[in-house]
């Protein structure tokens, strides 16, 4: 057999797998917590803050990038020393509510954060990051469960899944924030007041709301699976973290892959940062076909998750990951040559078809190498290599930009991420590390 088709997760343990209502119902989680990214994070709230709480538009683009990094710092310190302690207390699901809800609770907290009072901005960042470490910490234990609840035969497409309904239910949900919340020439549904931006903050309710009902299925439906000390202990998470080091290199091919998507996982940061500024800027894009635009690639991502699940589960996770770099890295290519919109949205519908497969296979291919009594800590490892050097990407961009004055200089320095992690994921012998996780 070779290496990519070895597509074994760790040790089988007596629980069955592929169980339908388990697996859906863990999927739609990523279509609950898609609302917080989508409409937060990515879209109207942060739109919101930048053009009306905070002092003007450049001021309010530099204190939500900073929170937005701060938050990955934090990410980066907890994760792993969170992952440990779950697995430690063989409580992932109870520090899965817990994050969960704390991401719930600043959704809404930030609705009645209202612009023109004193330190308003301060409160609206220090809300929004304590909900945004929240649900970064909540990935990290809900990716923990696929191992569990996936067969070897199927980890791929049922990580596909995951992302899939994700991209679906987050544009979904923000469809219903722009016709019911936010429309341009009528009144907002429910009676809601527009004063000082009220029915626009609101939406943050529906986030909220949308988060709750959804996620219910994982905690009713998927099973904890104890594999560690009954009682959370944190000294003991830390000794755990400590044994883990030492014995890296039995899962040297986990350090090796985290290395590899260290580095084009920042490829994917960048371009999700600024897709939508050098559509504007250079193609001079208007709002709403930036809009369309984006609306347009994420639907790809969400198609191409589901479909390449199954080539994910066929070649291999090693393999499909591969597929996508090369894919990101021509439509890089096209984006940063297009003469003209069409052939912009050419490159950017390459890029939603390539990104969904490769943060999918990427999951999956993680779940593959975590050993069975470490799953919740690798996995913390998965989300500190997302963001430990995050700032990466865009620092580069921003620095060749200004250095040649030119957006289609900055974008090209994208390639970089995808080659360089490319190459890294090379060294990668996925066998070996199925094999590390096995014998644990």
Known sequence: MSESTSSAAPAASAAPRDIPKIVWSWAFYDWANSAFTTLVVTFIYSYYFTQSIAPDGITGTAWWGRAVSISAVFVALLSPIAGAAADRGGTRKRALAMSTGVCIAGSVALTFIAPGRAHSALLALTVFVVANVAFEMSMVFYNAFLPNIAS???????????????????????????????????????????????????????????YLVFSLPLF??????????????????????????????????????????????DGLVTVFAFGSVYAGQTFGMSLSEVIAFGIGLNVASGLGALAFGFVDDKVGGKRTVLISLVALALATVLAVCAPNKTWLWVAGILIGISVGPNQSAS???MGRFVPETHQAEFFGFFAFSGKVTSFMGPFLLGTVTLMFTSQRAGVATVLLFFLVGGGLLLLVNERAGIAAARAE
């Open 152 to 210: 070897p035969a199927r980890i791929g497409r049922i990580s596909g899944y995951g992302w899939g309904l994700g991209y679906i239910g987050g544009l979904l949900c923000m469809v219903i924030a722009l016709v019911a919340f936010a429309p341009r020439e009528s009144q907002p549904w429910f009676g809601l007041s527009t004063a000082n931006g009220f029915n626009v903050r609101a939406t943050n309710l529906l986030v909220a709301g949308w």
């Open 220 to 265: 009713f439906n998927v099973p904890e699976r104890r594999t560690g000390a009954e009682a959370l202990n944190i000294r003991e998470a830390f000794v755990e973290l400590g044994r883990t080091f030492r014995a890296i290199r039995r899962y040297r091919e986990v350090a090796r892959f985290l290395i590899a998507r260290l580095v084009y996982n």
């Open 363 to 365: 999951r999956s291919l």
